[in-house]
């Protein structure tokens, strides 16, 4: 990273002896994430002792599993698809910006009670300002219709995007974050009637890679972009990722979820912890986790 150089060696806790466990939440494809590689290489730099792990949990049991954050003093749990609307029932309260956008990704816990945030949207405002992005003025597309396309929304609107469009074949749904934004809902086969005129797109969705989905493959190979400066992609870690190689054939920039992954990652430890621990640290962990994949 270019600045101001910083130490990453390991310095005593700030914590004494007390060890923090920090957790993130979701289906089956809790094994797929970075996020505990990232946490644990994070805390071993800055520090902290803690240990952040991966749970899987049943759809019909989420409920239980906050219950469980506060039974094992989990210190800060992680919510990722397919619960961060499931699991605001269940939490004391919740931030006013993830009441406005509906989901959240952070739970904080103070002595029994749990709140819940939305990281996502300051991750990415943060990861767009880190690219130099700057959506104020510029035509937007968000493709998905969960929870990170709520947030999406959010942080387009927050940044002053003239017009912002939500595509899914989640009309409803759709429509809804739609609303949020002061936006419009297309439905997806009506982009490919026409060129696209929008700046950003960003993939909200669960898609990237053909072997996910065909039929969404040869869609985003027909969309028109001759405007589009940015694809952001939120998830990460694809091979053969159908949003980087529209990217790469129409010289567009092109970014994954990491980054934006990296500015969450940052802002939820700070909900834990109190500590404001610099994106260099975040950036130099994810170098090697990185490392370490291409050397095993």
């Known amino acids: 990273m270019p600045g101001k150089s910083h130490d990453f060696t390991r ?27 990232i946490f644990n290489q994070v805390m071993h730099h800055a520090g902290i002792n803690g240990t952040y792990v991966p749970f899987m949990v049943a759809p019909d049991r989420i409920g239980e599993a906050m219950a469980s954050l506060r039974t094992l003093h989990i210190a800060g749990a992680n919510i990722t698809i397919p619960f961060k609307e499931a699991v605001i029932p269940f939490l004391d309260s919740v931030s006013e910006s993830a009441e406005i956008i509906g989901a959240i ?13 939305n990281t996502n949207a300051i991750g990415l405002m943060d990861a767009l300002e880190e690219i130099g992005c700057q959506p104020s003025g510029k035509t937007a597309m968000i493709l998905g ?6 947030a999406a929304a959010f942080v387009l609107k927050w940044l002053k995007a003239d017009k912002i469009y939500v595509v899914s074949r989640n009309a409803p749904k759709a429509r809804q974050i739609a609303a949020l934004a002061g936006g419009k809902n297309i439905p997806l086969e009506e982009v490919l009637d026409h060129d696209i005129p929008v700046q950003i797109l960003i993939n909200a969705g669960t898609i990237s890679t053909r072997a996910e989905s065909p039929e969404i493959a040869d869609l985003v190979e027909k969309f ?25 054939k129409h010289h567009i920039l092109f970014k994954d979820g990491l980054l934006p992954l990296i500015h969450q990652a940052k802002n939820s430890l700070a909900l834990w912890t109190g500590l404001d ?20």
């Open 105 to 117: 990704n952070t739970i904080a816990r103070n002595g029994d009670k749990l709140k819940g945030y």
């Open 11 to 37: 310095r005593p806790s700030a914590y004494g002896q007390h060890h923090l466990v920090f957790c993130i939440i979701s289906d089956e494809r809790v094994f797929t994430s970075k996020a505990p590689e």
């Open 277 to 296: 621990i610099h994106t260099d640290i975040f950036h130099k962990a994810m170098e090697e986790v990185e490392g370490d994949k291409a050397e095993g």
């Open 145 to 150: 219709a969960g929870g990170a396309a709520k």
């Open 224 to 248: 028109n972009l001759p405007q589009c400066e940015l694809i952001l992609d939120l998830n990460y870690g694809r091979k053969k990722n159908i949003w980087e190689e529209k990217a790469r």
